[in-house]
């Protein structure tokens, strides 16, 4: 193949991924390594790249504490309560003590953030969430990324890890290609912080035909946090607690602002309130403990996401939908009616065009929701993500190897969806976690732990390979199509990835099955995916380097999901009603499952192996004062 290789070399840190989360360590590691090597390798085009890349019109995470309204204590108990116990306080506590800082510094650089024109504090929208005007957040971010790194490297799409061959289980840089031009590059680096994506797109998704390609999370996240981390050997956490989201129907336009700022609710199909009639058996199902809505009002803490999902599937089940939202109140009011609309102009302009294209109009109509199709991801209500150290001032010993947000591969680092046990990070707590990351990065080389890297020709021929092996097999095989794109020796990406979602679907609690697996399921589940793996593996075929990076994301799902499939069936119990059900196992169970999951996949042989971390209550359980 004719494509030149380009090396890119004698990086200190190099970030893969530049979303909030990446823009944010490379901010930061300019701070740290005045004269240190900064390089981004972003898939898309870093201005508009990510899940903010369509803008957002809310932070949701802003502690306020200079204008007194939250502490971090407070955020670390309310991500606890809605992740039903399931997160790393320690990482949690950290991000939230930095986040304001961050919010801070955004404004500097330009986003409009709204003010409570009485308290000048910025204009909350709920307890943890502040309102912006937010189209233009990327590249806002961008331009400070931009402005510290030494290269930016647009269009790449990385593929591996490239690791050190002196020492074993310490990274040694990343390879990927251009997709546009389809150049293979090498970036050798002492320190990688990968802040690429979540995974949407792993599962069947409600949407198809004319709505395919609308998501709930961005289309592009291809899991490529997961795929880079689990194949380079990093130990992973929390893969089994997807995310299922109440959405506006079809076009996934989010309800935070419409709940929490314009106090809207929800209702059955006949006009009735339905959740609270679900609680009694659900609380029988999770504890007290966890689902008591006589405390969660008293504290000013929403009932869990999860547990609201529960509520909501079940009375659709039941033969009570639609579910609706309950807009045709609050669009009375011109200046509510206008944030309703804004609200989905600056971040989900698909669901007001959806709106105008079906005639559903607001103020007339209570729109329908919809329970989304799950996702894996680390940074809204959930926490999938690499097992990583936390800060040394707080994390116990189990939790902390000396970086915080290192993986358990040196120099190996993580910022928002790719951390694990971080729910409720969202944008700014991404940022904020990449800042993290790369000043322990900058730590970790100047303290010499980066000394000495060896990067074989043979690794990066070998890499090489493999990349480009599916042109290859299209160029010999697609002479024998025999129609249209069938081919009886190869698959292209689109097939492959219907063949992962209907499986992930079918037997890892997807849409279709109303969130419902078991163990049999799951080991079914398995089984197909294996087969999947190997016909990715010995003949996955790309046309052009369009579909490459497509075959690529496949990959990165593909060892997505597979993670996903082994975390779920080693948890014994269902911690998460509303996000998945484990029929076999329909309790939350405390005296077994009060842990954390750890998996590894052995990079050698495919193998995984599970164990069980602890779950440390680092904050007391003290009921906030001063709720907002
Ligand atoms: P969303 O618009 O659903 O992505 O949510 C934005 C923010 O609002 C997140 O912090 C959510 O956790 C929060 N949120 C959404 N719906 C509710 C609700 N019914 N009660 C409390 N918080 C919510």
């Known amino acids: 193949m004719s494509y030149q290789t380009i090396v890119e070399d004698n990086i200190d840190v190099l970030v893969v991924g530049a979303g909030l989360g990446g823009t944010g360590a490379a901010f930061e590691a300019r701070y740290w390594g005045k004269d240190k090597k900064i390089v981004i390798a972003e898939k898309a085009n870093i201005d508009r790249s990510g899940a903010v890349a369509q803008g957002l019109y809310a932070i949701n995470c802003y502690m306020g504490t200079r204008f007194g309204e939250n502490n971090p204590e407070d955020h670390v108990r309310y991500a606890r309560i809605d992740l039903m116990g399931m997160v790393r306080e320690d990482l949690l506590f950290d991000m939230a003590r930095h986040v304001d800082s961050a919010v801070h510094q955004f404004e500097e650089w330009g986003l409009p953030l709204m003010r409570n024109p009485k308290t000048g504090a910025y204009q909350r929208e709920g307890r943890w969430q502040i309102m912006i005007h937010g189209e233009s957040y990327k590249p806002i971010v961008a331009e400070a990324a931009k402005k510290s790194a030494d290269k930016v490297f647009n269009r790449i799409c990385v593929t591996h890890l490239l690791m050190d061959e002196s020492k074993p289980n310490r990274v040694a840089g990343a390879v990927g290609f251009n997709v546009r031009t389809g150049n293979y590059h090498v970036f050798k680096s002492k320190t990688v912080i990968v802040g690429a994506g979540g995974a949407s797109n792993i599962y069947k998704p409600r949407s198809v035909g004319e709505g395919a390609g609308r998501v709930w999370y961005a289309p592009w996240s291809s899991g490529s946090a997961y795929g880079l981390l689990i194949g380079a050997g990093a130990k992973m956490t929390q893969m089994e607690n997807k995310i299922v ?130 996702y894996v991801m680390g940074s809204h209500a959930t926490g999938c993500g690499a097992w990583c150290s936390g800060p040394e001032d707080v994390s116990p010993p189990e939790y902390y190897w000396g970086y915080n947000r290192m993986t358990t591969v040196e120099g190996l ?122 016909d990715w593996e010995n003949g996955i075929a790309a046309e052009d380097i369009h579909e490459l990076l497509r075959a690529w994301e496949l990959k990165h799902r593909i060892m997505t999901s597979e993670a996903v499939i082994q975390h779920t069936l080693f948890r014994e119990e269902t911690r998460w009603p509303g996000y998945y059900y484990r029929g076999d196992f329909m309790k939350l169970d405390d005296e077994n499952w009060h842990v954390l999951t750890v998996s590894r996949r052995d990079p050698e042989t495919g193998e995984y192996t599970m164990e069980k971390a602890p779950l440390y209550h680092l904050i007391d359980d003290e009921e906030d004062k001063d709720a907002a």
């Not at 209702?267 to 009694?280: A, I, L, R, T």
């Not at 290859?472 to 025999?482: F, K, L």
């Open 245 to 374: 989201l109440a959405r506006f129907k079809d076009g996934y336009g989010p309800v935070g602002a419409y709940f929490l700022h314009l106090k809207t609710y929800t209702q059955n199909g006949y006009g009735e309130e339905y959740e609270s009639k679900w609680f009694p058996d659900l609380q029988k199902m999770v504890g007290k403990e966890y689902l008591d809505p006589e405390v969660s009002h008293r504290t000013h803490r929403p009932i869990p996401t999860c547990l609201r999902n529960h509520a909501f599937i079940n009375e659709v089940n039941a033969g009570r939908g639609p579910i609706r939202m309950v807009t045709m109140e609050a669009f009375q009011d011109p200046h509510l009616e206008e944030i309703g609309w804004h609200n989905f102009l600056g971040m989900t302009v698909g669901q007001a065009v959806l709106w105008a294209a079906t005639d559903v109009d607001p103020k007339y109509e209570n729109p329908e929701l919809t329970t989304s199709e799950p």
């Open 413 to 534: 680092f993580g910022a928002g969806d790719a951390v694990g046990g971080t729910p409720h990070a969202f944008s700014s707590g991404s940022f904020t976690e990449g800042r993290l990351a790369a000043k322990a990065a900058c730590k970790f080389i100047d303290d010499g732990k980066a000394e000495g890297i060896v990067v074989s020709q043979a690794q990066i021929d070998k890499r090489r390979q493999e990349i480009y092996k599916p042109m290859e097999t299209y160029r010999v095989y697609r002479n024998a199509i025999t129609a249209g794109t069938v081919n009886p020796h190869y698959i292209n990406p689109r097939q492959g990835l219907d063949r992962l979602q209907k499986l992930m679907d079918e037997y890892c609690g997807g849409v279709t099955v109303s969130y419902m697996t078991n163990d049999k399921l799951l080991n079914i589940g398995l089984k197909k995916l294996k087969i999947l793996e190997e």
